[in-house]
């Protein structure tokens, strides 16, 4: 079949034979997508001299089958003696192997033994093992390797050999969408997963699209089946009746709700459950028992976790999680410190639970999870606020999924009191991820739970809703927790979360526009962190009371009480507080017309707070960066330009997460918004809108970092030397072609000192008109342009 046999010519003289035992040619019926820097890489290894024998693993459903054919068929035609490829399941061999060596042998029509027959020649053979390799199969391999020199073995399992110098090659599932990914619909029908999905969809519905309505349920449906081609085929096939967001729903409802047909994949396997207890099939049952206790955890995990939960010394747990590595039973993550972390698949995770469920053992195992994840999350939230808080964050990002499977389980299992403590304790970290509602679900689920509460508990969890409603935007509703839970503390004689309840108040007085109660509220707690000495509740008291004396008129007592919060945070080691106590600075800097002093404030606690990925507090610095942009550089349209999309950015962030600190009036910031809607027109603005909406805090705060291009024509030195800084604010509108009115909006001032600081420009200038000072203003000494010509570039927009 694949050798001229009796053929005496020089292997480089003979015809190359190929051929295939399955069914190659199926495998180029459909696009080979998302894998085509996977098939690249693979062709090159392949037709190096290092790389002999090469074995592609991966999971069942990863597409190893479809990537070995199209492999074949790209390169095989590179060898003088041709290759075969073998679906070594095709041969009906025994799982034990026997018969292995004459059925590869018969395959390739060279009788009982191929070895002799393959010594000399330049040969690609690809085995296709559909599972794991069966027995035998690995010596054969090494005893081809060591008599044929020009022989390349490629083999496709869901283990490698393990034989000497065999190079592995990884295939992972498709890439799945990120947050990113999703906020662009250009963008999110690029990611592989979402492609392969939408493509196979539209083989069995023709009409389905990728709209803006569908793509969070499209993105969603990827990440949820880990980007396994073989469970997007399926998903596909459900899709010819359903749309994303039912078929998320029956995934929630039941783990047999993908499952098929051979028209819908070339997969031997046309269900999630055929595929997961295929993959399982050769484990022991010690193994098989360690794997199925997995399931309980929510997200991924290291060999410390999974020591601690399930009780294994760590050599048992390190061994046991390299042997179901090897397997392709679990999926890994490299981190950027050189360790390692594990996760069951999603689409296993339901059928590993059903065991667990079935066996008695899910309420001891979530037990053990519960107790093991509250203690560390316990011991790492109280990070948050000191030097070591990025560490801290670090740690609750990465039990994120943990901790909330905790909080679940406890408030199930009717274990209120540890619940609400596991609860109010990660508030400050939800917070700080935008999770303000879901915070408040949370903490109300506890709070009206049966079960029996403390009456310390009960008040730090009316205290902790409190907040979370005024984060999340329902002041309403948090104004009467944090009464009672202020009349708790006060009862209780606990003064520390007193005042810190009185400083919620006092914010939530400060936005109802009550300045006189927010000012009582927040000197009470001032006088109370000061008699007790506690240097990190003043310098929070401290901060919100600057913006409370600045609504109150009093700019020089409010900044420098900005000043000082902003010191004692920064000597503490709360770079967060810190940074948010600057942007309250700033922004009292900028009303006064100083947005260059103002300026590397703000840009370092926008850095802080982006790298800190604290979401809310992200969106408040782009507000007042925006007012940075256009107080420097407010002649510029691009400056107009980034202050729509910045403000758009932050008005969706907030609308998302319920919204964060207040470092501007209220007023200031919807005039902002109003003015760049005005210079820009609705067209332009609406551009910039929908483009700010749809990035994240991050992008967003990398777009506000973008240096602002110059002017092509700046003031005339002359000029600029006669006027003071505010003066030329003044001139550069004027020659904008702005009216007194504008002007007055545009910088935040009187429209009476507008006209008083134009009739001082026009005296030091010597102009008896706004299209003198325009001409002043905008013309260079070495443009050439007459008069008119000036004119034109001063009333140009």
């Known amino acids: 079949m694949v050798l001229n046999r009796g053929d005496a010519r020089h292997p480089r003289d ?93 395959a390739l029509g060279l ?30 391999v090494a005893e081809l390797a060591d008599s044929a020199p020009r022989l390349r073995v490629v083999t496709a399992a869901t283990q490698a ?30 990611v592989p997963s979402v492609e392969l999905l939408v493509h196979r969809t539209r083989a069995v519905r023709p009409g389905f699209q990728l709209t803006e309505e569908n793509r969070a349920a499209v993105a969603e449906l990827c990440v949820r ?55 399982q099939a050769g484990l022991c049952a010690e193994r098989l028992t360690f794997l199925i206790r997995l399931a309980v955890f929510a997200g991924d995990f290291d060999c410390l976790e999974v020591s601690g939960v399930l009780g294994l010394s760590a050599q048992d747990a390190q061994d046991s999680l390299a042997d179901l590595l090897d397997r392709s039973l679990l999926l890994s993550r490299e981190q950027t410190d050189g360790s390692v972390r594990f996760r069951m698949p999603r689409h296993a995770r339901p059928f590993a639970l059903e065991r667990l469920t079935k066996d008695g053992t899910l309420e001891a195992m979530s037990t053990a999870h519960a107790a093991y994840f509250q203690r560390r999350a316990l011991a790492n939230l109280g990070l948050l606020s000191g030097r070591k808080q990025s560490l801290g964050l670090e740690r609750l990002d990465r039990w994120r999924e943990e901790v909330l499977a905790a909080f679940v389980f406890l408030s199930t299992a009717g274990d209120q009191e540890d619940a609400a403590r596991l609860a109010t304790a990660a508030l400050p970290y939800w917070l700080m991820r935008g999770e303000a509602r879901p915070a408040v ?13 403390s009456q310390a508990t009960r008040t730090a969890l009316l205290a902790a809703l409190g907040t979370a409603g005024l984060h999340a935007g329902a002041p309403e509703e948090a104004g009467p927790r944090l009464r009672d839970a202020l009349e708790g503390y006060e009862a209780a004689g606990d003064r520390a979360p007193a005042a810190l309840t009185r400083v919620r108040l006092a914010r939530l007085a400060q936005i109802r526009g009550d300045v006189g109660e927010a000012a009582s509220l927040v000197e009470r707690a001032v006088a109370a962190y000061r008699e007790s000495a506690d240097a990190r509740g003043l310098a929070s008291a401290q901060a919100l009371l600057a913006e409370v004396r600045r609504d109150q008129g009093e700019t020089g007592e409010a900044l420098r009480l900005a000043e000082e919060s902003a010191s004692t ?149 002359a000029a600029s030397d006669a006027l003071t800084r505010r003066e030329q604010e003044v001139a550069a509108l004027v020659a904008e072609g702005l009216t007194n009115r504008e002007v007055a909006s545009r910088l935040g001032i009187a429209e009476w000192t507008a006209v008083n600081t134009l009739r001082r420009v026009m005296r030091k200038l010597d102009c008896a008109s706004r299209i003198q000072v325009a001409n002043k203003v905008l013309r260079s000494p070495t443009d050439g342009l007459g008069d008119s010509d000036t004119t034109f570039l001063a009333m140009s927009p």
């Open 225 to 279: 089946l880990d980007g396994l081609p073989l469970a997007l085929e399926l998903a596909a096939s459900r899709l010819k009746v359903n749309s994303p967001a039912s078929l998320l729903a029956e995934l929630d409802d039941s783990s047999d709700a993908l499952h098929g047909s051979a028209a819908d994949t070339m997969s031997r396997h046309l269900s999630m459950r055929s595929a997961v207890e295929y993959g």
């Open 441 to 453: 679900d949370r903490l109300v689920r506890v709070l009206d739970a049966d079960g029996e509460l």
């Open 14 to 106: 003979r015809k190359a034979d190929v051929s295939g035992v399955g069914q190659q040619g199926r495998y180029t019926l459909t696009p080979l997508i998302g894998m085509e820097e996977e098939l690249a890489g693979l062709e090159a290894r392949v037709l190096s001299d290092s790389s002999r024998v090469l074995a592609l693993v991966g999971p069942t459903g990863v597409g190893k089958t479809r990537l070995s054919a199209a492999l074949f068929e790209n390169v095989v035609g590179e060898f003088a003696d041709g290759g075969c490829r073998v679906e070594l399941e095709s041969l009906d061999v025994p799982r034990d192997g026997s018969g292995l060596r004459e059925a590869i042998a018969a």
């Open 569 to 717: 945070h920064e000597t503490l080691g709360d770079r967060r507080a810190a940074a948010l106590a600057r942007l309250t600075w700033a922004g009292l800097v900028i009303d006064r017309g100083e947005a260059d002093r103002a300026e590397e404030a703000v840009r370092e606690s926008m850095r802080v707070l982006d790298a800190l990925r604290d979401i809310p507090s992200t969106a408040a610095a782009l507000r007042v960066m925006t007012a940075v942009i256009v107080g420097r550089h407010g002649r510029a349209k691009e400056a107009w330009e980034r202050a729509a999309l910045l403000l758009s950015a932050a008005d969706a962030i907030e609308a998302a997460t319920g919204g964060g600190p207040l470092h501007q009036p209220a007023a200031y910031r919807s005039g902002l918004l109003a003015t760049a809607r005005e210079r820009l027109g609705e067209a332009a603005w609406e551009t910039q809108r929908r483009r700010g909406a749809a990035l994240t805090a991050h992008a967003a705060a990398v777009q506000a970092a973008e240096p602002i291009r110059p002017l092509v024509n700046p003031l005339q030195p």
């Open 111 to 140: 009788g009982a033994h191929p070895v002799d027959a393959l010594r000399d020649r330049e040969f690609l053979l690809v085995l296709d093992c559909g599972g794991p390799p069966p027995r035998g199969c690995a010596p054969l």
């Open 161 to 190: 050999l393990g034989v000497y110098g065999e190079r592995s090659v990884i295939l992972a599932p498709l890439a799945v969408p990120h947050p990113e990914d999703a906020a662009e619909l250009e963008r999110l029908a690029r």
